[in-house]
């Protein structure tokens, strides 16, 4: 059998008042990444032949964010907010090219999987006209509910509008539809919007599309599958979903958590064989670690790759940019942006490495800083292999740090520093023999004079 063809459209134009929050509902963030991006992402692993967005008017921003997750994505503007078909019918155009399967996915359900997507397009495949996720929450209060009668759907019944007997169903409307593209605009374009707000709603597409003799089907998925965010106490309670699916992933991959409710991920963490990953530790988004690597507690991560074998922490910060090669040592109090720190070089406490690349095997002593900021303008600086920094010294950008030179502990360098040289940059010490106690001569007869004056 030919494989059918396509068509996600998602529903991203709601405002999400609750949110309390000026930010667009679907651009708020589970696991590192956006509502929206999360389903576009699942999206994108079933491979459909288009994918149409459906935004509010003025929300460039989101038509920003639908382009980067899914860079063929296109965006359709619902300029009225006339309920759900007519978000749906925003996207006519895309309606009308044609597709064998019409998905409709609403933008806020981040946890929604591939494979939920598949199981929702699988009875079109065997002659449904209209296919509706459903599923059973532990309290079904305020959704509305799927009636059946022999595994067909009868309707859908909001909560508001249902009797106690159909109160009493405990299956429930997730609002995501698989239309059979061939009949798709047919009922679409039958939905009134004769009800209390005066709207167009989705739900009205079943006894539209049985009225028209047609097959209707409800799809049973999980829970966690289908929860809509319109609050942050619901944001939260998806980021707990998020992390623990992300830490059994990491478990199952073989990655050893510590202690694995206290670690974080972001939603494209990866990780090699045989990683360490200590207590408290927060991946951000955009981080890779290598094999054999260890992470160590209460250490943060985001926009760095780290190497095989490198060890990072505790209570190390590695931002966007960062670049660890193999075997590197970043230690407890270091902070590395916008740097690469290649084989073997380590930094083992208490530095700020930024806008920098250290060399293979060079030494960065504690209190080190690169000065690559002067208020107006990021500068470099380069260490060479096997360079030695001592401690407590500042690198004031732009510099360079010949391989195999050593920079005298208390140093500000503010010059080029050639290969295998020593360079100094602090004022010469001053030894004056006996000032001590005569310090403590001078104070002590200073005491002595007050007290008498007392």
């Given at each position: 059998m030919?494989?059918?063809?396509?068509?996600?459209?998602?529903?991203?134009?709601?405002?999400?008042t609750r949110m309390r929050s000026a930010r667009p509902k679907v651009l708020h963030e589970v696991a590192g990444r956006s509502l929206l991006a999360h389903v576009l992402t699942a999206i994108a692993g079933i491979e459909p032949s288009a994918t149409a967005v459906v935004i509010g008017s003025g929300q460039d921003d989101v038509a920003a964010e639908a382009g980067r997750a899914l860079p063929h994505a296109i965006c359709f503007v619902q300029r009225e907010r006339r309920g759900t078909a007519h978000a749906v019918l925003a996207a006519r155009a895309a309606i009308e090219r044609g597709a064998d399967d019409i998905l409709v996915i609403y933008g806020d359900t981040p946890l929604i999987r591939p494979a939920t997507l598949q199981l929702l397009r699988?009875?079109?495949?065997?002659?449904?006209?209209?296919?509706?996720?459903?599923?059973?929450?532990?309290?079904?209060?305020?959704?509305?509910?799927?009636?059946t009668k022999n595994g067909r759907l009868l309707r859908i019944v909001e909560h508001a509008d249902a009797v106690p007997q159909e109160r009493a169903i405990?299956?429930?409307?997730?609002?995501?539809?698989a239309f059979d593209g061939n009949g798709a605009l047919a009922i679409l374009e039958r939905i009134g919007n004769r009800n209390r707000k005066s709207e167009f709603y989705l739900t009205d597409a079943v006894e539209i599309a049985r009225g028209m003799n047609k097959t209707v089907v409800a799809v049973e998925v999980e829970e966690d599958d289908v929860r809509g965010i319109n609050s942050k106490k619901e944001l939260a309670e998806?980021?707990?979903?998020?992390?623990?699916?992300?830490?059994?992933?990491?478990?199952?991959?073989?990655?050893?958590?510590?202690?694995?409710?206290?670690v974080f991920l972001s939603a494209d963490t990866t990780f090699?064989?045989?990683?360490?990953?200590?207590?408290y530790v927060v991946f951000g988004a955009n981080v890779s670690v290598g094999d054999g690597a260890v992470i160590r507690a209460f250490s943060h991560l985001a926009g760095a790759a780290v190497g095989k074998g490198a060890s990072v922490g505790p209570f190390a910060r590695l931002r966007p940019g960062t670049r660890l090669g193999d075997g590197a040592r970043i230690g407890n109090f270091v902070e590395i942006k916008e740097a690469k720190i290649?084989?073997?070089?380590?930094?083992?406490?208490?530095?700020?490495i930024g806008d920098a690349v250290v060399g293979a095997g060079a030494n960065i002593g504690?209190?080190?800083?690169?000065?690559?900021?002067d208020g107006y303008a990021k500068h470099h600086t380069a260490i060479g292999e096997n360079a030695f920094i001592g401690s407590n010294s500042a690198l004031v950008a732009p510099v360079a740090i010949g391989a195999g030179a050593y920079v005298g502990s208390g140093s500000v360098i503010t010059a080029d520093v050639p290969a295998d040289a020593l360079a100094l940059g602090r004022g010469r010490q001053v030894v004056k023999e006996?000032?001590?106690?005569?310090?403590?001569?001078?104070?002590?007869?200073?005491?002595?004079?007050?007290?008498a004056g007392d």
């Open positions: 030919a494989a059918r063809s396509c068509l996600a459209i998602v529903l991203a134009a709601g405002e999400g699988a009875p079109l495949a065997k002659g449904a006209a209209l296919a509706v996720m459903g599923f059973r929450p532990t309290d079904p209060s305020g959704y509305g509910r799927l009636v405990d299956l429930c409307n997730a609002g995501a539809m998806a980021e707990a979903v998020a992390q623990q699916r992300l830490r059994r992933a990491a478990l199952d991959a073989g990655v050893t958590l510590v202690a694995p409710e206290t090699g064989k045989d990683v360490v990953v200590e207590p290649e084989a073997g070089a380590k930094a083992n406490h208490l530095s700020y504690a209190g080190t800083i690169t000065c690559n900021y006996g000032w001590a106690s005569r310090l403590r001569a001078l104070k002590s007869i200073g005491r002595k004079k007050a007290h």
